[in-house]
């Protein structure tokens, strides 16, 4: 789920706590509401700059297991490491009094961890530090030689034509409630994305679903994105939220898009989502080497991970949506960013002036890459798409026409609309007179407004709209959002009351049966112990304890410096000792 759908979930009060936490002192000086710090850019770096190593380190294990679904508890103590497990939960439950980290109940009590899906490329290049990449179209000489593929359309230009076809076919469906075979094929040939691209990405349809994958992904996207619902036995355009979507532009409308897809295709898939993260810190526009992607993986220092097939993957989807384009100079493979995936960071810019079409005596339009989108919607209703490249064509047919026609419109508000989106260019004569004439060959077939072309104003408000694109949930199914004021480390640790004081505050050289019940206590914590240990202090983590006569030794983790391993100890081998409760009496 995205931050926006989290904060729907969360009452003010709670929110306000989040900002209480020390992670967001500086936000909060600055009058930052939680929704806002999490994907703010300087404030994410200062608050994992206040982060002990504990939370850190619980974030970085989040990381390594995320998949935009939840992770559960055990996988993530999993990966705990060095840590206690009371420091580690003691690092978790900052994270979660900062609402960083969301905890979930499923079933019969199992527990869940959850960050919003938007947080993960933006808190990224802060948890794994790397150099930046230089961009190869700056060195001299690599470019004089290069075959480029083919660029694809966008993401969001694949579903105005989807959409279109949509509206031409009609909205009808059967008595089983699906398309019909006819218009589902029409569909499938609108998309570039294919069957397979989705099916190694990882996508998933229910066993039931009648569609091809690449149908299916654009019909749930469209109903994700609120463009249609389904209404008895057709499907209806929701007219206000088309017009929103076409009024955003169009670097705002693919970062939603890019989102979504990876909250979609790449549930349970933590390597992609590290390797799009890495993509996303390339200066969009700017060609990269995948040598030097593939070189930077590994560096990022995350267990169990299999870079090679999740790079590919990642950049033949990207190809796909039109996002990435791919070229090959000698050996290399170059890549460069079509759109800028984080544009959601950047603030909102002025909007460009919208470029007017040019419209020629044969019925030719010729559409320039800023035409707006409401403007191309109603091309693909009154006319024929010849061809979608940087400088596109449609063109006035008189089958086009007719199909207007019958759909409600008329040769009248076709010439409007052509006026208006020209910029108050005049009709030709030649034109004009052509359109008069397919006006009469259809004056026979029955007029009336059609729902499956619904007609939008060219022009639309100037103030932002803010379209927000929502998160399917299902991966969380079934899920409870705990609720974190219950987060505390005390009741973590059992019968904290009835230890000393002492055990916690002081250290001592204690008798063999104190050592032995302060090591039964931190075991049952889950807790360190800190040892002198010949003239030094270091931290000792205890996993098991075994007795032998009347003498006993125990075993766990030292840890020394930047060094850990594991060695068993009998208790002369210290001088004295301190129990540590996390977030209580102190923290190692």
Not at 239 to 267: G, M
Not at 348 to 374: F, K, Q, T, W
Not at 405 to 414: D, F, H, L, T, W
Request: one cysteine or more; proline letters at 5%; glycine letters at 6%.
């Amino acid at each position: 789920m995205f931050v926006q759908q989290w904060s729907e979930k969360l009452t003010s009060r709670v929110k306000q706590q989040f900002m209480m936490s020390p992670l967001w002192i500086d936000a909060a000086e600055r009058g930052l509401h939680w929704e806002e710090a999490v994907i703010d850019r300087r404030s994410i770096e200062e608050a994992v700059n206040r982060m002990d190593e504990a939370a850190a380190a619980v974030l970085r294990a989040f990381y390594n297991c995320f998949g935009a679904g939840p992770v559960s508890e055990e996988r993530l103590f999993s990966l705990r490491q060095r840590f206690s497990g009371a420091e580690f939960r003691y690092g978790l439950i900052q994270l979660q009094n900062a609402g960083i980290i969301f905890a979930l109940r499923q079933g019969w009590g199992e527990r869940l961890y959850a960050m919003p899906s938007d947080c993960f490329m933006r808190w990224h290049p802060y948890l794994f530090r790397l150099d930046q990449l230089p961009a190869a179209n700056r060195l001299s000489g690599l470019w004089e030689q290069r075959q480029e593929d083919m660029a694809l359309k966008p993401l969001g230009r694949q579903l105005l034509s989807i959409w279109a076809e949509l509206a031409r076919s009609g909205l009808g469906l059967t008595s089983k409630g699906v398309l019909p075979k006819k218009t589902a094929a029409k569909l499938m040939h609108a998309v570039s994305i294919t069957d397979a691209d989705l099916l190694q990405a990882g996508w998933q349809q229910e066993e039931t679903d009648p569609y091809t994958p690449a149908v299916s992904f654009a019909l749930r996207l469209s109903r994700q994105l609120g463009i249609v619902a389904t209404e008895g036995k057709q499907l209806r355009w929701q007219k206000d939220t088309l017009a929103a979507w076409f009024s955003e532009e169009e670097l705002k409308r693919e970062a939603l898009l890019f989102l979504w897809c990876l909250d979609e295709l790449l549930e349970k898939k933590p390597a992609m989502w590290h390797v799009m993260a890495l993509l996303t810190r390339l200066e969009p526009g700017a060609w990269y080497s995948e040598a030097d992607i593939a070189d930077q993986l590994p560096l990022l220092d995350v267990e169990g991970m299999e870079w090679g097939e999740s790079r590919a993957t990642c950049l033949n989807l990207l190809r796909s949506f039109g996002w990435m384009e791919l070229a090959r100079t000698g050996d290399h493979r170059m890549l460069r960013w079509t759109m800028m995936p984080l544009f959601l960071d950047t603030g909102r810019r002025p909007s460009a002036r919208p470029e007017p079409i040019m419209i020629e005596p044969n019925g030719d339009l010729l559409v320039p890459p800023g035409c707006s989108y409401r403007v191309r919607w109603e091309l693909e209703l009154v006319a024929d798409r010849k061809s979608d490249d940087l400088l596109s064509v449609w063109q006035l047919t008189r089958s086009s026409i007719e199909r207007a026609i019958i759909n409600g419109r008329s040769v009248a508000s076709v010439i409007t609309f052509l006026q208006s989106a020209s910029g108050g260019m005049p009709i030709s004569p030649l034109l004009e007179t052509s359109l008069a004439d397919w006006e009469k060959q259809t004056e026979a077939v029955a007029k009336q407004a059609s729902e499956a072309y619904p007609e939008l104003p060219l022009e639309h408000p100037s103030e932002e709209s803010g379209f927000a694109l929502c998160f399917s949930g299902r991966a969380f199914a079934g899920c409870e959002l705990m609720n974190h004021e219950d987060f505390r480390i005390e009741r973590f640790l059992p019968e904290l009351e009835r230890v000393p004081i002492n055990w916690m505050q002081q250290f001592r050289s204690y008798h063999h049966s104190t050592r032995l019940e302060i090591l039964e206590r931190a075991l049952s914590w889950q807790a360190p112990v800190q040892l002198r240990m010949n003239e030094s202090v270091v931290a000792f983590v205890p996993a098991r304890l075994e007795r032998s006569g009347d003498g006993w030794t125990v075993t766990g983790l030292l840890r020394e410096a930047e060094t850990h391993r594991e060695v068993c100890l009998s208790p002369e081998m210290w001088e004295g000792m301190k129990l540590v409760a996390p977030g209580v009496s102190g923290f190692v």
